[in-house]
């Protein structure tokens, strides 16, 4: 891009139109940068080298009258443990860096602190350094992360293949339902709390697909494989663009839980709750292509090691990258106002 007049903003951008201002810098032979979850590279012993970074920004990520310290040093770390899953590979070190305004209390700190360790403790992942900085007004959280996977194990964005079926790990639309009553608790009074602290916990406490990103990394005939951070459409758009082929998602056969249908019930139809899943962000549920002679196999063994179902909620057709929805097998539009960093 040439460089633009001074009164053009960054607001005029999309989030695509801004990394597209960084790439296209050459990189070593058998590497690969920018454009999928994790950056790769060749790593020790013959295996590849995942690196990945996601900055938390208050106001924008999270708002501190929404989320306790706790969970969101977890949702810091999860977030980016979901990025090494996504590749099919195993976290193994990780960075922290800080801005913080000088009024956040001591307290808060080390409860972050308790949220975040707890959960690289549970998978094992060491703290490898990072940045500590006074920020002017709100508090940022960025870490960055490494992981390792076999080169055979390695799932990309643009692994699909026409023919393919595309699955999900699990249930969709949890996380922005969380977010909606967090963002307006009166308008939805009438959930019940069981139901409404499920959403919430949904948003706030992501739970990383950590081994079924790893197993499923190892299955030859899964193909293509993202996590869903931005939204159901949206990542399976990044799959289509880059393997250059058209996928058809099925909104009716969309995964949803009990307490996602009874928030949607208080203001929408069936159909509305299938869109909202289909383009509300931060499930980082995982989302992979598998060749369709094996989706039957995959599925069984997936219950047998996992003790819960995969969902198979479309398929990939001919090279040509754009994505259809489907209700009842005709094809309907989505208002995909889907969250934008920028326009
Ligand atoms: N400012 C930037 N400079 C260079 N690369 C970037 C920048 N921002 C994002 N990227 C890269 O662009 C790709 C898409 O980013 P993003 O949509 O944030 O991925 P993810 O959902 O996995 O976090 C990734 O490969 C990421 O590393
Ligand atoms: C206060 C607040 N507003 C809006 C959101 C919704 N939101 C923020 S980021 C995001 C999408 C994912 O964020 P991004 O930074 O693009 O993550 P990445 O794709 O880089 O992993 C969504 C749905 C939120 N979580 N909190
Ligand atoms: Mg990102």
């Given at each position: 891009m040439a460089d633009s007049p001074?009164?053009?903003?960054?607001?005029?951008?999309s989030e695509e139109e801004i990394i597209r201002l960084f790439s296209g810098s050459s990189i070593p032979r058998g590497a690969m940068g920018i454009g999928d979850d994790c950056a790769a590279s060749e790593g020790p012993g013959g295996l590849e080298r995942l690196i990945s970074t996601d900055l938390l920004v208050e106001d924008v990520h999270f708002r501190l009258d929404s989320i306790n310290a706790e969970d969101l040093g977890h949702k810091a770390l999860a977030v980016n443990i979901s990025d090494i899953a996504a590749m099919g590979g195993t976290s193994d070190g990780y960075f922290l860096s800080l801005a913080l305004p000088g009024m956040v209390s001591i307290n808060w700190l080390q409860r972050f602190r308790n949220g975040l360790t707890d959960l690289a403790q549970k998978y094992d992942i060491p703290l490898l350094g990072g940045d500590t900085t006074r920020s002017e007004s709100h508090i940022m959280i960025s870490v960055t992360i490494m992981g390792i996977v076999n080169p055979d194990s390695l799932k990309l964005r643009s692994m699909a293949e026409p023919g393919d079926r595309i699955c999900v790990t699990g249930p969709l639309g949890d996380s922005v339902a969380g977010l909606k009553i967090l963002s307006h608790p009166h308008k939805y009074q009438s959930l019940s709390d069981n139901h409404r602290k499920k959403l919430i916990q949904r948003h706030c406490k992501p739970d990383p697909a950590v081994y079924e990103g790893k197993w499923l990394g190892q299955q030859d005939e899964v193909h293509a494989m993202i996590d869903i951070s931005d939204g159901l459409l949206s990542d399976v758009r990044h799959i289509a663009e880059q393997s250059d082929c058209k996928i058809e998602i099925a909104l009716d056969r969309l995964p949803l839980t009990p307490a996602f249908e009874a928030f949607c019930s208080i203001e929408g139809t069936d159909k509305q709750a299938r869109e909202l899943a289909a383009v509300?962000?931060?499930?980082y549920q995982l989302l992979f292509s598998v060749a369709e002679s094996h989706i039957s196999d995959l599925k069984d063994q997936f219950r047998e090691k996992f003790g819960k179902p995969l969902y198979d909620i479309g398929k990939v057709t001919k090279r040509e990258p754009r994505i259809v929805t489907l209700w009842d097998g005709s094809p309907v539009e989505v208002n995909e106002q889907k969250f934008k960093h920028f326009s």
């Amino acid at each position: 891009m040439a460089d633009s007049p001074s009164s053009q903003k960054i607001s005029d951008l999309s989030e695509e139109e801004i990394i597209r201002l960084f790439s296209g810098s050459s990189i070593p032979r058998g590497a690969m940068g920018i454009g999928d979850d994790c950056a790769a590279s060749e790593g020790p012993g013959g295996l590849e080298r995942l690196i990945s970074t996601d900055l938390l920004v208050e106001d924008v990520h999270f708002r501190l009258d929404s989320i306790n310290a706790e969970d969101l040093g977890h949702k810091a770390l999860a977030v980016n443990i979901s990025d090494i899953a996504a590749m099919g590979g195993t976290s193994d070190g990780y960075f922290l860096s800080l801005a913080l305004p000088g009024m956040v209390s001591i307290n808060w700190l080390q409860r972050f602190r308790n949220g975040l360790t707890d959960l690289a403790q549970k998978y094992d992942i060491p703290l490898l350094g990072g940045d500590t900085t006074r920020s002017e007004s709100h508090i940022m959280i960025s870490v960055t992360i490494m992981g390792i996977v076999n080169p055979d194990s390695l799932k990309l964005r643009s692994m699909a293949e026409p023919g393919d079926r595309i699955c999900v790990t699990g249930p969709l639309g949890d996380s922005v339902a969380g977010l909606k009553i967090l963002s307006h608790p009166h308008k939805y009074q009438s959930l019940s709390d069981n139901h409404r602290k499920k959403l919430i916990q949904r948003h706030c406490k992501p739970d990383p697909a950590v081994y079924e990103g790893k197993w499923l990394g190892q299955q030859d005939e899964v193909h293509a494989m993202i996590d869903i951070s931005d939204g159901l459409l949206s990542d399976v758009r990044h799959i289509a663009e880059q393997s250059d082929c058209k996928i058809e998602i099925a909104l009716d056969r969309l995964p949803l839980t009990p307490a996602f249908e009874a928030f949607c019930s208080i203001e929408g139809t069936d159909k509305q709750a299938r869109e909202l899943a289909a383009v509300g962000g931060e499930d980082y549920q995982l989302l992979f292509s598998v060749a369709e002679s094996h989706i039957s196999d995959l599925k069984d063994q997936f219950r047998e090691k996992f003790g819960k179902p995969l969902y198979d909620i479309g398929k990939v057709t001919k090279r040509e990258p754009r994505i259809v929805t489907l209700w009842d097998g005709s094809p309907v539009e989505v208002n995909e106002q889907k969250f934008k960093h920028f326009s």
